[in-house]
């Protein structure tokens, strides 16, 4: 069975850091994107960043640009987000997916297998 596992949510002060992991089990993912997606209460859910598990390419909402970070774990078949200079914008529940599709997308919708999610929460 396909499972996918956050964690690393929390409670930070803005300008503060988190680093979110996505632990991924049941198969391997080569060959698949990787993404991290936010949702704020009231708010539809929005891409924040993606990696290529194969080849390793990243990328990232402009809004987090320069801020988050995301990696690959191979042996530990774990996908992370360092968040740093967090603001209270940032705050949601973020969802680690996988989407097998040969091209990156954006649309939580395009994205196969979802993680429960994690709370963040940046205080002013």
């Known amino acids: 069975q396909v499972q996918l596992v956050e964690s690393g949510g929390g409670l930070v002060q803005a300008g503060g850091s988190l680093r979110l992991s996505c632990e991924a089990s049941g198969r391997t993912f080569s060959g698949y994107y990787m993404g991290w997606f936010r949702q704020a209460p009231g708010k539809e859910r929005e891409f924040v960043s993606a990696?290529?598990?194969?080849?390793?390419?990243?990328y990232y909402a402009d809004s987090v640009k320069g801020r988050f970070t995301i990696s690959r774990d191979n042996a530990k078949n774990t996908v992370y987000l360092q968040m740093n200079s967090l603001k209270p914008e940032d705050t949601g529940v973020y969802y680690c997916?996988?989407?097998?599709?040969?091209?990156?997308?954006?649309?939580?919708?395009?994205?196969?297998?979802w993680g429960q999610g994690t709370q963040v929460t940046v205080s002013p």
């Open positions: 997916a996988a989407d097998r599709s040969l091209w990156l997308n954006r649309d939580p919708r395009e994205y196969d297998v």
């Open positions: 990696l290529y598990w194969s080849g390793g390419s990243t």
